[in-house]
């Protein structure tokens, strides 16, 4: 049995097709729970060495991953470790298993080691003034780095002279989006879309099930494992803003505060206005202040699939991220459909098949009451509360 997505790697600019040297991979994208940071992710590749086939892979080089439609992202190499087979250097060893691991940055954790000091940074919406002040021209990223202008936010994010590293200001204006937005990673350029956009594209949304049943066509995916996870460390029902020149905003959810004890995070955000603050804080003490929400991990396999439901996925999370995801509470008997947004996804690739672990979050958590929608318009479907 082989693997159905036949992953590729070049290098790049070259586009020297490495693909037959690599044995394996692993690799993430996004992250886990709606309220972390994006810490930036590394790529572990292992390759085949017998024939030096690691020169290819030079260290502050890039090598692109691509599945055939959508799935396009550069890494850059890192670090290279020879795994040589023992008693190759002398005549008793051919070499032929020699291995080397490559370890490559993606954009966020490059950003992460990237230190601005005292870069000016003007009042601009709060995504924008990252795309668009944050750049090559303004000799911020070097190069090989870019931005995508596709979204600016609806909150501004006030005018500072930053210190700090280029990832650790993109958290802090993401921060400051109003209900929520989303980071993530298009061939080497950083692309950000807000609460609105993570639900685009639903007509074009995959359904993970447990079982294929009665389906057809390319818009289901079967899965093998599915955890249902309690808030935990999402679970707030108190939040203090504290934005950089105005006072901090506290909000509480006092019914939950009540029913459940008082749960508290101090959030720091670029906002500048106490209203924008404030409507910061009573978003994320209502939206996250039941500690029974839940939240999704969903294992499944390329090979497990009869149609091309996981490419549909890939290229749906490249527009906007939603899925539907439906499943049985053991002993209900009740087949339960939750609409949710892919905070992440993990990889582990082999010539055998690729494994997938998705990372969901409920879409309730990101909605916002929008007319003349068929699932954001309709009245006790969405969480009322804060809107832009």
Do not use: H
């Not at 091309?308 to 087949?335: D, M």
């Amino acid at each position: 049995m082989a693997a159905r997505i036949a992953w590729q790697f070049y290098t790049y600019p070259g586009l020297t097709n490495v693909t037959s040297a690599v044995k394996s991979f692993t690799r993430f994208r996004g992250k886990q729970n709606y309220l972390d940071d994006y810490a930036g992710q590394q790529m572990t590749v292992t390759i085949r060495n017998d024939t030096n086939q690691v020169a290819n892979f030079v260290v502050g080089s890039i090598i692109s991953i691509y599945d055939g439609v959508s799935d396009l992202q550069y890494f850059w190499v890192s670090e290279i470790q020879f795994n040589d087979e023992v008693g190759t250097t002398t005549a008793s060893g051919s070499g032929a298993n020699s291995t080397a691991t490559i370890i490559l940055d993606d954009w966020m954790t490059k950003a992460g080691r990237i230190q601005l000091t005292n870069f000016t940074l003007t009042l601009e919406l709060c995504l924008e003034q990252m795309w668009g002040q944050v750049t090559t021209a303004a000799g911020a990223l070097p190069a090989d780095m870019a931005w995508s202008s596709t979204s600016s936010g609806f909150f501004p994010a006030a005018a500072a002279t930053y210190t700090g590293t280029i990832a650790a200001r993109i958290n802090t204006n993401l921060k400051t989006e109003g209900t929520g937005a989303q980071l993530y990673q298009q061939q080497n350029q950083m692309r950000l879309r807000t609460a609105a956009e993570v639900g685009l594209a639903v007509d074009r949304a995959v359904t993970l099930k447990p079982s294929k049943g009665s389906s057809t066509g390319n818009k289901y995916v079967v899965y093998r494992n599915f955890r249902r996870i309690s808030a935990g460390q999402n679970f707030l029902n108190t939040i203090t803003i504290d934005p950089p020149v105005v006072a901090d905003q506290t909000a509480t959810n006092s019914a939950s505060v009540t029913t459940y004890g008082a749960r508290f995070n101090s959030i720091a955000t670029a906002n500048n206005t106490t209203g924008q603050a404030l409507a910061k804080a009573q978003w994320l003490a209502n939206s996250q202040s039941d500690p029974n929400d839940l939240r999704y991990e969903v294992t499944f396999t390329d090979v497990m699939q009869d149609n091309l439901g996981v490419t549909n996925l890939l290229q749906n999370y490249e527009l906007g991220s939603i899925i539907y995801l439906q499943f049985v509470v053991p002993g209900s008997g009740v087949t339960t459909t939750e609409i949710c947004a892919i905070e992440g996804i993990s990889f582990s690739a082999s010539p055998i098949e690729t494994v997938f672990v998705v990372y969901l979050t409920p879409m309730d958590v990101y909605a916002q009451f929008v007319l003349d929608s068929d699932v954001y318009g309709v009245l006790n479907v969405n969480r009322l509360g804060i809107t832009i």
